[in-house]
């Protein structure tokens, strides 16, 4: 299981975008890396003649355009949804009926369950 999923507000602690909090919008678990939505945006130039070879037409201009970069998972902390903090995670094995044992996401400061949702 992973520390941080799909869905989960997280706080940029280093970079450029530091202190900001924002919605996670994919995870790259083997790569260690997450994209954050508004967050590590650059620009690019995209010439006319490269457009215009992608699209057919004549009159294609160039532009510049907004492009996400992924996030080094080391560089964000999850944002408890239940104490609202910056925080670590930890784990907790639950006994569930039948002797099922589930993995689950605890808030280190407050101790409450962090739904997978």
Do not use: W
């Not at 678990?29 to 620009?43: A, C, Q, R, S």
């Not at 992608?54 to 009159?59: A, V, W, Y």
């Not at 996030?71 to 903090?85: A, E, H, Q, R, W």
């Not at 930890?90 to 993995?103: H, I, N, P, V």
């Amino acid at each position: 299981m992973q520390k941080i999923i799909l869905g989960d507000n997280v706080m940029m602690i280093l970079g450029k975008d530091s202190g900001k909090v924002a919605k996670v919008s994919k995870v790259l678990p083997k790569e260690k890396k997450l994209f954050v939505e508004g967050v590590n945006i650059y620009k690019r130039n995209l010439r006319a003649n490269v457009l215009k070879s992608h699209n057919g037409q004549d009159s294609a201009k160039g532009q510049i355009i907004d492009i996400q970069k992924p996030v080094d998972l080391s560089n964000v902390m999850l944002v408890c949804p239940n104490c609202k903090k910056p925080t670590r995670v930890g784990f907790k094995l639950s006994t569930g009926a039948l002797r099922t044992k589930e993995k689950l996401r605890i808030c280190r400061k407050c101790g409450k369950e962090i739904s997978n949702e």
